[in-house]
T-cell receptor, first 113, second 114 residues
Framework: TQLLEQSPQFLSIQEGENLTVYCNSS?????LQWYRQEPGEGPVLLVT?????EVKKLKRLTFQFGDARKDSSLHITAAQPGDTGLYLC?????????????FGQGTELSVKP | DAGVTQSPTHLIKTRGQQVTLRCSPK?????VSWYQQALGQGPQFIFQ???????QRGNFPDRFSGHQFPNYSSELNVNALLLGDSALYLC?????????????FGPGTRLTVT
C-alpha cells in the first residue's frame, strides 16, 4: 500500500517568514501534485512534478520532487496571510492504470499578519 | 471555460437512505474520479470512470456505486447510508486515462448523515 506522510500537520507563522512542508513516502510515485484547499471548497491544483529532481517555481512557492520520486517539498518564501489554507500533496500510483491519487493528510498553514 | 461543477452543494440524509451526487467535468476532460474527504483528513479515492466504465476502485464497499454518461458527466450513488458516510465528496476530472494523474477538483458536496 502506498502512503504519503506530510509534515508538519499544523504550522502557524507570522507574515514574512519562510516555511517548508514535507511529503514523504517509502514508495515511488509516477507523479506528485500539490494542492491548496480552503474550508468547504475543493482542492486547487498548484503544480505537478513528474521527473525525479524536478524543481518548479510558482511566484513565492518552490516545489521539488525527490531524486528517487519518493518525496517532495513545498517551500514558501515571505509568507502572506493569503497563503493560509490546507496544503495537500498527492501522488500518482506507480502502477498507474488510470490516475488514482494517493493524498497525504495535509498541512494546515496559518499566516498571521 | 467552466471548471468542474458538482451538485448539490449540501445534503442532509438519514441513516439507511440513499443519495445521488452529480458531477460535470471541466471542458475537454473525459475522465472523472470521486473522492471522499472526512474532516481533517486528505481525500480518499473511491473510484474512477473513463469511457463510461469504472476503471479503478479504492477501498470502499459496494454501497458506493457510480455511473458515467456519454457527455462525460458522472454520478456517485451511496446506498444504506451510515453515520460514517458524512464527509465532503469531491469529484475530479482529467484528460485521458494515461494523463489522469493531473486532476482538477470541483467544490464538493457536503453530505451529512443523521
Amino acid at each position: 500500500t502506498q502512503l504519503l506522510e506530510q509534515s508538519p500537520q499544523f504550522l502557524s507563522i507570522q507574515e514574512g517568514e519562510n516555511l517548508t512542508v514535507y511529503c514523504n513516502s517509502s514508495s515511488v510515485f509516477s507523479s506528485l501534485q500539490w494542492y491548496r484547499q480552503e474550508p468547504g471548497e475543493g482542492p486547487v491544483l498548484l503544480v505537478t512534478v513528474v521527473t525525479g529532481g524536478e524543481v518548479k517555481k510558482l511566484k513565492r512557492l518552490t516545489f521539488q520532487f525527490g531524486d528517487a520520486r519518493k518525496d517532495s517539498s513545498l517551500h514558501i518564501t515571505a509568507a502572506q496571510p493569503g497563503d493560509t489554507g490546507l496544503y495537500l500533496c498527492a501522488g500518482g500510483a506507480i502502477y498507474n492504470q488510470g490516475g488514482k491519487l494517493i493524498f497525504g493528510q495535509g498541512t494546515e498553514l496559518s499566516v498571521k499578519p | 471555460d467552466a471548471g468542474v461543477t458538482q451538485s448539490p452543494t449540501h445534503l442532509i440524509k438519514t441513516r439507511g437512505q440513499q443519495v445521488t451526487l452529480r458531477c460535470s467535468p471541466k471542458s475537454g476532460h473525459d475522465t472523472v474520479s470521486w473522492y471522499q474527504q472526512a474532516l481533517g483528513q486528505g481525500p480518499q479515492f473511491i473510484f474512477q470512470y473513463y469511457e463510461e466504465e469504472e476503471r479503478q476502485r479504492g477501498n470502499f464497499p459496494d454501497r458506493f456505486s457510480g455511473h458515467q454518461f456519454p457527455n462525460y458527466s458522472s454520478e456517485l450513488n451511496v446506498n444504506a447510508l451510515l453515520l460514517g458516510d458524512s464527509a465532503l465528496y469531491l469529484c475530479a476530472s482529467s484528460r485521458g486515462l494515461l494523463s489522469s494523474y493531473e486532476q482538477y477538483f470541483g467544490p464538493g458536496t457536503r453530505l451529512t448523515v443523521t
